[in-house]
């Protein structure tokens, strides 16, 4: 009997099908589903991308913002599939699941 499960959101479209499974699977056995999104800090994307070419550093800050938008536009997805799912679904939200 599951009755906590973990949906871990993107910001892509895959989000929609992740929400509806997990959602799926608590009604089952009135289980409580958990959402998960992560963002990259924008420092540190930068810096796994490679930008310790000297060419790159010229555009650093360009990139910096681009990363930073990029997560922003995701975190802005992961909220409008969250609240969707919610509102196709009639799920309730609960913050301290019984």
Do not use: W, Y
């Amino acid at each position: 009997m599951i009755k906590t499960i973990l949906a871990s959101l993107t910001g892509f479209s895959s989000d929609r099908t992740v929400l509806d499974t997990a959602i799926a699977l608590a009604l089952i056995d009135a289980g409580h589903v958990t959402c998960l999104h992560t963002r990259i800090d924008a420092a540190e994307g930068a810096a796994l991308a490679g930008v310790t070419n000297s060419q790159l550093h010229t555009n650093l800050p360009q990139m910096l913002q681009k990363i930073a938008q990029e997560e922003n536009e995701r975190s802005q997805h992961c909220k409008e599939a969250f609240a969707d799912a919610c509102q196709r679904l009639s799920v309730t939200i609960n913050d301290d699941p019984v």
